[in-house]
């Protein structure tokens, strides 16, 4: 039984930057493709981003050129590197395991979740 872990989050000010981190304990993810969603407060579950296994990557459109997902796979670590944040980006973020190759944006894709971290970005 796999388990992820989310580290990170916090309170920021609008314009600076956070790295969210997600350790895997219980098995080894680094055949999984990963994932970060976000549930803004009082909304749906959303879509950030997602990284292979070969290192493709696919984010969404409102996180584009902002974020940055990475992972490190002898770690058994996926890391999120946010910038110039927006109050909007304010949410609980979570993390993601598929044990699909493809990038995903359907969190029904995804079979392994963290508990979440959140984030909050202050105007």
């Known amino acids: 039984q796999g388990q992820l872990v989310e580290s990170g989050g916090g309170l920021v000010q609008a314009g600076g930057s956070m790295r969210l981190s997600c350790a895997a304990s219980?098995?080894?993810?680094?055949?999984?493709?990963m994932g970060w969603f976000r549930q803004p407060p009082g909304k749906e579950r959303e879509f950030v981003a997602a990284?292979?296994?070969?290192?493709?990557?696919t984010y969404s459109d409102s996180v584009k050129g902002r974020f940055t997902i990475s992972r490190d796979n002898a770690k058994n670590t996926v890391h999120l590197q946010m910038n110039v944040l927006k109050p909007e980006d304010t949410a609980i973020y979570y993390c993601a395991a598929d044990r699909t190759y493809g990038l995903h944006t359907a969190s029904a894709a995804y079979d392994y979740w963290g508990q979440g971290t959140q984030v909050t970005v202050a105007s």
């Open positions: 990284i292979t296994y070969a290192l493709s990557t």
């Open positions: 219980g098995r080894t993810f680094m055949n999984y493709a």
